[in-house]
């Protein structure tokens, strides 16, 4: 008996935002997170449960909400900084890239780190009742996947100029986190004011996570469908000149004819060829997110890989100085390059 009441603790602490966090992933229209990525996602939030508990943890006097001032004013500050540095090392290596990226990437963060904040507490509290753990199930858990989501979606909305404009001019802001951060703390800080009522900070919890975060998500795939069909028709433009012998009227077209007036044929035409493949890999990682978004995405895996194998050979040809200055004078953005990466991961998966 005593296994079964435990048991129903711990499913009731750990479960409910795990199945809010499969309900969103099987709600992107894109698929863009993949099992293995949601996994890790949630070992980096329990990593950062791990290390803010000797500082936070420790000081929060009473399950399921503390009722001091530590635990309602300071620790909010405290966790979300923790949950927020993964977010930001995400974006730091360019692994957010549309709003619904980061929306299923910081619920994952957030669930994660409130899963394995659970673990703790279960193990540290095992005589505490149902009523708690459903608090912390339904409430606390969810409120830490709810507040670094919208961290996410604020910044992701304030980095777009840079991550959509040419990489090789991207400076990455730290400002950029320190908007959706306030907010973050702002809504763990309000839930935390409830200590005597944890059942309506629970209540506001489960009602407002949803809401919110389906609003984004519907802002989210509009935005990103606007994006793929613009910058589709770009990169094909593009595409098309490069084949016919002419370089894109461009101030990136301009500036690699005008180096390339002081280069070998040979060099040259490698060159052509690679911003070619380029252009062409990106335009069809592109067209297959948004043959995903109607359902029906399809792919030539083949010529894809033929073609990332002809760019990764030309590559090593032209060499590494004559790589880099290409690289420095493509116009392709940060978020191309991550579409191109999601199209990697697809062919890799099969």
Same mark, same amino acid.
């Given at each position: ?29 894109f698929k863009l997170m993949s099992l293995k990525e949601i996994l890790l996602l949630l070992v980096l939030g329990g990593i950062a449960a791990v290390a803010v ?136 800080? &309000? ?30 795939? !509009? ?15 593009? &595409? ?22 002081? &280069? ?53 040809? &032209? ?13 392709? !953005? ?17």
């Open positions: 008996m005593q296994f079964l009441t435990e048991s129903a603790h711990w499913g009731l602490a750990l479960v409910p935002v795990l199945v809010l966090l499969a309900i969103f992933t099987w709600l992107d229209a508990y000797p500082i936070s943890g420790r000081l929060i006097d009473t399950l399921p909400i503390g009722f001091s001032n530590y635990s309602r004013f300071v620790a909010p500050w405290i966790e979300e900084a923790f949950k927020a540095a993964v977010i930001i090392l995400l974006f730091g290596f360019n692994r957010i890239g549309y709003k619904l990226d980061a929306v299923i990437s910081g619920f994952a963060i957030g669930a994660g780190f409130s899963v394995v904040e659970n673990i703790i507490y279960l193990s540290i509290y095992p005589d505490y009742g149902a009523g708690t753990w459903l608090v912390r199930g339904l409430g606390t858990a969810v409120m830490h996947g709810t507040t670094l989501a919208i961290l996410a979606a604020i910044a992701h909305e304030l980095a777009e100029r840079e991550t959509r404009g040419a990489a090789a001019s991207f400076n990455f802001r730290p400002w950029w986190f320190v908007p959706g951060f306030l907010v973050a703390v702002a809504i763990h800080m &309000l839930f935390n004011q409830f200590p005597d009522r944890p059942m309506l900070a629970m209540l506001g919890a489960i009602v407002f996570a949803p809401v919110a975060l389906m609003l984004i998500f519907g802002f989210g795939t !509009s935005e990103a469908q606007s994006w793929l069909v613009a910058e589709r028709a770009e990169h094909k433009a593009q &595409l098309d000149v490069l084949r016919s012998g002419a370089w894109p009227d461009s101030p990136s077209g301009t500036k690699i004819a005008a180096w390339s007036g002081r &280069l070998d044929s040979e060099t040259v035409k490698r060159i052509r060829r690679y911003w070619e493949l380029q252009a062409f890999l990106i335009g069809e990682a592109e067209e297959t997110l948004l043959e995903e978004a109607n359902g029906d995405a399809e792919y030539d895996a083949a010529a894809l890989r033929s073609a990332l194998e002809e760019r990764e050979g030309l590559r090593r040809a &032209l060499g590494p100085s004559i790589y880099a200055q290409l690289n420095q004078l493509l116009p392709f !953005s940060r978020n191309d390059y991550w579409e191109l990466s999601e199209l990697k991961q697809r062919l890799d998966r099969g």
